[in-house]
């Protein structure tokens, strides 16, 4: 039925569909977790804003959030292939230049 190169050729490549499913599976959760972590982060820096009254705090948050908007937006994309086009490479890339733009305001913003 099957040549023993056959059989070898099934077990390897059967082999390479379980770890790509492992390897999907452990980026899934790596994401979600990333995104969870984003939203901690949101949260507290909207807490930190209102003890403190500090802008340079709210710099952070809104980095936060487009941190979290850009995750979203990247699994939207990964998900349906519609969006899967040069233009969403454009916004990404566009979302993190703005994430750091905001880090680098709230680093050097004066008490305020």
Not at 2 to 11: A, D, P, R
Not at 21 to 34: H, L, P, Q, R, W
Request: proline share 0%; net charge negative; glycine share 6%.
């Amino acid at each position: 039925m099957f040549t023993g190169s056959e059989i070898m050729l099934l077990l390897v490549f059967s082999g390479l569909l379980i770890q790509t499913d492992i390897f999907e599976n452990v980026e899934t959760v790596i994401v979600a977790v990333t995104g969870i972590f984003s939203l901690l982060l949101l949260a507290l820096s909207i807490s930190a804003y209102r003890k403190t009254g500090l802008k340079k705090v709210m710099y952070a948050a809104a980095a936060f959030a487009l941190f979290g908007i850009q995750l979203l937006f990247e699994s939207f994309e990964d998900t349906f292939e519609v969006l899967d086009t040069g233009f969403g490479s454009v916004i990404t890339s566009s979302m993190t230049l703005a994430i750091l733009i905001l880090f680098f305001l709230a680093i050097v913003q004066k008490n305020k």
